[in-house]
């Protein structure tokens, strides 16, 4: 992943210095920092005072901050992570890539806000303590562990950015680098809308495209990969052909080999489609079902059933070992 270039400096008597975030992966750059700010012996951090700062300018673009209570946009988010691990952020606070935090160009430091991932609705409370991404096709950098959070760990993936006012407990808890609970999954409807924003933006080129309408799991834990689960008129890539094995045949000596035992039928429990083969290797493991390749991703099937009887009876299975949005289908 290429990592932006240092840009021009701030203005004449800015308050800040250059040292921002800008970059995927794991990796930032250039953006601006201030002198650290007094911190408390429980969390080392604190919410006061809150810095707005001066306009700065990157490379060719030229950067605002503003105290907006009302935010409210969407774009998209990338992360980054161990590369500035006990670095000063923008706000003098130090970066621990595993804590819940973010860097966003403009809102005040701190600021607390909602990531809403526009894939599968999930929504965690952030708290904004560092300046980036330093590029205008990206909306904000989660660090690691936020990105973790939210299911986020490839790329960039479209989302919403909503300010907030946490309770205090909240505040404290994220002070302390640590997660809160997760939001209520954001309704279908509300995610159509904010899925045709974001079409309607420039797709970073680390992105692969705009938030699917595909119906997609938003009951993952945190961190967990997310998957895709194929409801109807949602559209997959056909699955690689597999070769044929070669039948086994016994060796001299030896009682004969027992033949395959090919399973046959037109029913199937559709388990998941995931963007990573581990994951679907772990998933098909747990439900005694097979992965194959379709497209860019790794689909978990069970099956195939003689009946839509014994296909219930294995989506059952399926359901209880947490694949909620399991379903049975039927080839034609």
């Known amino acids: 992943m290429k990592s932006i270039v ?3 400096g701030l203005m004449a008597g800015a308050a800040l210095m250059l040292s921002g975030c ?5 990796a930032r750059d250039s953006g601006p920092t201030t002198k650290p700010v007094p911190a408390t012996a429980e969390t080392g951090v604190v919410d006061v005072p809150v810095t707005i700062g001066d306009p700065y300018k990157i ?9 907006v209570a009302d935010y409210d946009e969407v774009g998209y988010a990338g992360w980054y992570g161990d590369d500035l691990a006990g670095k000063p952020t923008a706000n003098g606070e130090t970066f621990d890539p595993a804590g819940i935090s973010a860097a966003h160009k403009t809102l005040p430091l701190p600021s607390y806000v909602e990531v809403t991932a526009l894939d599968t609705g999930r929504t965690i409370l952030v708290r904004v303590n560092d300046r980036g991404p330093m590029v205008t096709d990206r909306l904000i950098d989660l660090s690691r562990g936020a990105a973790e959070q939210l299911g986020v760990v490839d790329g960039v993936t479209a989302v919403r950015v909503r300010r907030t006012n946490p309770p205090a407990a909240e505040r404290a808890q994220l002070r302390a680098g640590k997660p809160v609970r997760e939001r209520i999954a954001t309704p279908q409807s509300l995610l159509a809308i904010l899925r045709a924003k974001a079409k309607e933006l420039p797709v970073p080129k680390t992105a692969s495209a705009p938030a699917s309408p595909a119906i997609v799991s938003a009951t993952g834990k945190p961190g ?3 998957f895709i689960v194929e409801g ?3 559209k997959m890539p056909a699955p690689k052909a597999e070769p044929a094995k070669p039948a086994q045949t016994a060796k001299p000596g030896t009682a004969a080999a027992k033949p395959a035992v090919t399973a046959t039928g037109n029913y199937f429990v559709q388990v998941g489609a995931f963007s990573t ?3 679907a290797n772990t998933a098909a493991k747990s439900v005694s079902g097979h992965v194959t390749k379709a497209g860019n991703l790794w689909r978990v ?3 195939p059933f003689a009946s839509d009887a014994e296909a219930r009876g294995a989506l059952g299975t399926a359901k209880a070992k947490g694949f909620g949005d399991a ?6």
């Not at 800008?22 to 794991?26: A, D, E, N």
């Not at 030229?62 to 105290?67: A, G, I």
């Not at 379903?327 to 034609?332: A, E, K, T, Y």
């Open 232 to 234: 109807p008129g949602t």
């Open 327 to 332: 379903m049975v289908r039927r080839s034609r």
């Open 224 to 226: 967990e990969d997310r």
């Open 301 to 303: 099937r069970m099956g």
């Open 277 to 279: 083969e581990s994951r």
């Open 59 to 67: 490379a060719d673009a030229t950067y605002t901050p503003t105290d």
């Open 22 to 26: 800008g970059s995927l992966g794991g």
């Open 6 to 8: 240092r840009g021009g």
